[in-house]
Nanobody
Framework: EVHLVESGGSLVQPGGSLRLSCQAS????????MVWVRQAGKGPEWLSVI???????YYTASATGRFTISRDNAKNTLYLQMDSLKPTDTAVYYCAAPSMGSRWPHFDEDARYDYWGQGTQVTVSS
């Protein structure tokens, strides 16, 4: 049974930092590109992607310069380090595994995802 379990979300003040984790099980984690997506009461906003072995990354404008994606395949874990957080970063953050047939960086209209986590809430507020 496939599981993706996000953790690390919390209430944080503007300018603060959080590290989110996504623990994967039930599939060959190291063969999948992995994506971080967030949702704030509307459609999903893509943030970042990392390839299977971790040697290639891509960030959308929302994440560039402030967020860092990484993974530890030995631990089947994906991370998102978030710095300089803003109130507009408030959202539910999800990790997801793109389908093998979708194209890097998996943010286009045709991108498909095999697995999603349940999300972890990040609230940035004073």
């Amino acid at each position: 049974e496939v599981h993706l379990v996000e953790s690390g979300g919390s209430l944080v003040q503007p300018g603060g930092s959080l590290r989110l984790s996504c623990q994967a099980s039930g599939f060959t984690f190291g063969t999948y590109d992995m994506v971080w997506v967030r949702q704030a009461g509307k459609g999903p906003e893509w943030l970042s992607v990392i390839n299977g072995n971790g040697d290639a990354t891509y960030y959308t404008a929302s994440a560039t310069g402030r967020f860092t994606i990484s993974r530890d395949n030995a631990k089947n874990t994906l991370y998102l380090q978030m710095d300089s957080l803003k109130p507009t970063d408030t959202a539910v953050y999800y990790c997801a595994a793109p389908s093998m047939g979708s194209r890097w960086p998996h943010f286009d209209e045709d991108a498909r995802y095999d697995y999603w986590g349940q999300g972890t809430q990040v609230t940035v507020s004073s």
